[in-house]
């Protein structure tokens, strides 16, 4: 069946042959292993160049195109809200000089380490004594790019590690194995008498008993006693009740009360006391806990033994030495009263420091002074390598020894901040992997009631040898050539000023979706600490600057009202900025990673986020022409269909409204929706979007056709708002896709219409028979078991047959009564049950009326958001996700396995 819509002409085809061309080039960017390849990244550069060169020729009236284009070999670019730094980066990647800016420090100094570092000091050989001494024996070598910095990481990350365990590897002991704690292991039977290195430490939080028989005695907060769960290398923690008290002990294999041992002593809403039953719901730990008396209990360790990870008994000696671990000098910066995905608070954590465990404390400082001490090793070694010393700092864009060796303190610093996330009460035991997992699988601080404390003089996660080797593997990967000079600055995006730059492309706050600012003090603090001396500026504050922060905080600004005013005015000024800065031939691009339904308003599903942001933009005199969803997101962000999660960033292109744009009438508005959303619509569709982002990608049409008018007006003159907008929009489109019910056949028809109302579930002969005929067909010819069977008809019920109720011997080409709603379910059993492969096959008997079944099929996905049918969804999302593989698979399959097909359609 031939695709809806018009025929395309040849400059449409002319056109695609070259975007498909550009797609490639795309292609190959974006595979890991061309991140350096000089010879892709020259093939997109001259792409760059070529375009860059026509737009200015185009533009030769704009006050300042002759000036860019004869300073810069490719444009300027600039992210105001640079964040983790991915954009500049890739700029600077792709050759042109990039601009970063950020309020945040963190942020700044991650962009620092990315773009701004590494060109100065590309091909710089390591200054270490090791790398002098064989350069000194012959051994010659070509330093591209930042790889001699990088072996300078590794070098004193590894001597920071050795100088660490001789000041403070008292405080973490090796554990000999004991017949006493061999006793009944046979794991341990070969082990006796040897010292093994502690991996971690596993504790439960503790408070007191709340039974006055017991109230000298803290009682753990177990959330469960398993300590692995790993088939075969099963190990639990047992408490042991005697003398008014208990201790731990710890066996292996499966337990015999598993679920006992699974739930330690967590019961539903609340803790149970280990010595009594008594419950102890949160408001009594909160309780407790801010009167002082939360405490810790050693639980278990892990060892590294002959044949891998054991688990032993904890011993008092061991609790003991970590519990007389005294920190000094450590930062006391104090955690926010209240902030988006804080927790602790609530647990009397009022301090940063309330996060590390004592012996953790000592730990840090210690690596914090290291860094510094490092920094002088490195300036001794660099003026014994003959580095030339231009005498400036790195702050003050010096090149030389002394700024080298601030540039190493600056990786050394990030090597501490990467280990920070192994080494704090928020790592907690993966106990599926007989690992730690980091603090920040999400961008929160919970409440933690057990945790892992690491080892960190090990070579492993979470040792300052291991983050160290990290990061330097991360700049073995700079450009080879270093890259263009770039900058990064603190500056706020609403008030700044920076230099013109043609391209903008930026990724702004989510309004009260992440507080970065709060977030990021977590490593602050300790940055500060080690890189004050280098960036005394960048540091000058005892924490992150906040009062700024373009989020929407109802308990920084007093109210939601007051908190979505200050987001509105701070984002409209911050896109103005934007507006004035960009060159005209290039739109801004922003990623935007939020879903719209949020909350159900008078005017249908509603969300304050997006309409405050939209808001925005469309005040500072932008339009937005398009949106297009990347492919950016984790696919976690799949798993339930009502949250805020996208699996895509969502990118709006704007540009400048034209000055003399008209004020149109609502019913203009929308005639014009009406014309232009199917097009663009189908547009989507072609391009395989998948459809959990539909909805989504479809606003940027339909918000460039209201945002190219000044205002839009009502029958009472009053100005549409986005809200109202946004409401137009989404009934448009559930027009638009109900109305390409058209192309499909009368069971497909009815199918919808019932899937609509009882999804897979039964429902009354009686309704059913009634919308069939309506439909123009009938129950018994869809449950006809010789062909086109979709349903099933028994006891005066009717439903619907799932994907994996249908039959496996399926063949369309024999199919009498071959149906759209077949084609996509078949398409969707063979998916789940055999993959890729084997519904490509599938696809290659179906021809050219596939492309109908994925029109089906974002038909369906949409019925299912909108129903809160999550499990359906996946699979109508996960059909049109694959599509561009079946369909090459489809290509691939032998003609033979391909019969020819009847026009069953017609």
């Not at 903008?504 to 940055?527: E, H, K, Q």
């Amino acid at each position: 069946m031939p695709e809806p819509g018009p025929e395309p002409t040849l400059d449409d085809c002319a056109a695609d042959v070259e975007r498909q061309r550009l797609f490639r080039i795309i292609e190959e960017l974006v595979k890991w292993e061309n991140t350096t390849n000089e010879a892709v990244l020259d093939k997109a550069r001259a792409e760059i160049w070529q375009s860059w060169r026509r737009a200015c020729a185009d533009n030769v009236g704009h006050p300042r195109a002759a000036e860019l284009f004869n300073r810069h070999k490719l444009p300027a670019f600039h992210d105001p809200f640079a964040g983790g730094g991915a954009l500049p980066l890739e700029a600077q990647r792709l050759g042109l000089g990039a601009y970063a800016s950020d309020l945040n420090p963190v942020a700044v100094l991650i962009n620092k380490a990315m773009i701004e570092i590494p060109p100065k000091f590309a091909g710089q050989p390591p200054v270490n004594p090791a790398a002098r001494k064989e350069a000194e024996h012959g051994a010659l070598r070509a330093w591209k790019g930042a790889q001699g910095l990088a072996a300078d990481v590794r070098y004193y990350g590894q001597w920071m590690r050795d100088e660490a365990e001789k000041r403070i590897g008292d405080l973490y002991p090796k554990v000999e194995i004991t017949p006493d704690i061999a006793k009944g292991r046979p794991d341990l039977n070969e082990l006796v008498g040897e010292k093994l290195t502690i991996i971690a430490w596993l504790w439960a939080r503790t408070v007191k008993s709340p039974n006055p028989a017991f109230t000298r005695v803290d009682v753990p907060l177990a959330p469960t006693f398993m300590l692995s769960t790993k088939a075969g290398k099963e190990a639990y923690a047992v408490p042991i009740i005697e003398n008014g008290s208990y201790r731990f002990t710890v066996r292996t294999g499966v337990p015999m009360n598993a679920e006992a041992v699974k739930r330690g002593t967590k019961s539903g809403s609340s803790f149970l006391c280990l010595m009594s039953g008594v419950p102890m719901p949160y408001e009594y730990l909160r309780k407790q806990a801010k009167a002082g008396s939360m405490g810790a209990r050693l639980m278990a360790m892990v060892a590294q033994g002959e044949r891998g990870r054991v688990y032993l008994p904890p011993s008092e000696d061991m609790e003991t030495i970590a519990l007389s671990a005294r920190p000094h000098d450590v930062p006391e910066t104090d955690l926010p009263k209240k902030a988006l995905g804080f927790r602790v608070q609530e647990y009397g954590m009022t301090r940063w420091r309330d996060l590390f465990s004592n012996r953790q404390l000592v730990t840090l400082v210690t690596f914090c002074d290291l860094v510094q001490e490092a920094r002088d090793q490195a300036k001794r070694d660099g003026n014994a390598a003959a580095l030339i010393n231009d005498g400036k700092p790195l702050a003050a864009g010096g090149v030389g020894a002394d700024a080298y060796a601030d540039a190493l303190a600056v990786y050394l610093a990030f090597a501490l901040s990467k280990a920070l996330t192994r080494n704090s009460t928020q790592t907690v035991w993966y106990r599926d992997r007989d690992s730690t997992m980091a603090a920040f699988s999400r961008q929160a601080i919970p409440m933690t009631w057990d945790f892992a404390e690491v080892n960190p003089l090990l070579e492993a996660t979470g040792s300052i040898a291991a983050t160290a080797s990290w990061v330097a593997e991360v700049l073995e990967g700079a450009l080879a050539t270093g890259g263009p000079i770039s900058h990064a600055t603190q500056s706020d995006a609403a008030t700044g000023t920076l230099e013109f730059s043609p391209v903008i492309s930026t990724d702004p706050p989510y309004y009260d979706n992440i507080g970065y600012a709060d977030l990021s003090d977590f490593f602050y603090v300790w940055l500060r600490r080690s890189l004050k001396p280098v960036f005394p500026c960048l540091f000058s504050t005892l924490a992150v600057p906040k009062a700024e922060e373009l989020i929407a905080a109802p308990f920084r600004h007093g109210s939601k009202d007051k908190a979505e005013a200050f987001f509105l005015d701070g984002m409209t000024r911050a896109m103005h900025r934007l507006a004035d800065q960009t060159h005209p031939a290039f739109p801004i691009t922003i990623y935007y990673a939020f879903k719209q339904s949020e909350t159900e308003s008078d005017v249908g599903t509603a969300n304050t986020g997006w309409e405050t942001f939209l808001d925005a933009v469309i005040r500072s005199g932008l339009s937005i022409t398009g949106t297009w969803p990347a492919r950016t997101e984790q696919p976690h962000g799949l798993r339930v269909i009502n949250t805020n999660s996208l699996a895509s960033s969502i990118v709006l292109v704007c540009r400048k409204r034209d000055a003399d744009a008209e004020t149109v009438p609502r019913r203009n508005f929308l005639n014009q929706l009406k014309a232009e959303l199917p097009e663009a619509l189908r547009q989507l569709q072609r391009g395989n979007i998948a459809p959990v982002d539909l909805a989504q990608a479809s606003i940027g049409p339909g918000m460039a056709v209201f945002t190219r008018y000044a205002k839009v007006v009502d029958a009472e003159g009053k100005s549409l708002t986005v809200r109202d907008a946004l409401a137009l929009i989404n009934q448009v489109l559930d027009e638009v896709l109900a109305e390409q019910e058209g192309d499909f056949d009368a069971d497909s028809r009815f199918a919808i219409a019932w899937f609509e109302q009882f999804g897979f579930a039964e429902g009354d002969f009686g309704v059913a028979d009634v919308l069939a005929r309506a439909k123009a067909t009938s129950v018994a010819a869809m449950a006809d078991p010789r062909g086109g069977t979709i349903l099933s008809a028994k006891g005066g019920k009717v439903r619907l047959l799932k994907p994996d109720e249908l039959p496996e011997e399926w063949d369309p080409a024999v199919d009498p009564r071959l149906t759209v709603w077949e084609m996509v379910h078949h398409l969707i059993r063979v998916l789940e049950a055999d993959g890729e492969s084997a519904t490509g096959a599938l696809a290659a008997k179906l021809g050219v009326r596939a492309e109908i079944a994925r029109e089906l099929a974002y038909r369906l996905y949409t019925v299912c958001e909108r129903k809160k049918r999550a499990a359906e969804a996946l699979s109508y999302n996960s059909l049109v996700q694959s599509w561009p593989e079946i369909m090459r698979l489809a290509r691939e399959t032998p003609a033979s396995a391909a019969p020819a097909e009847p026009d069953l359609f017609a």
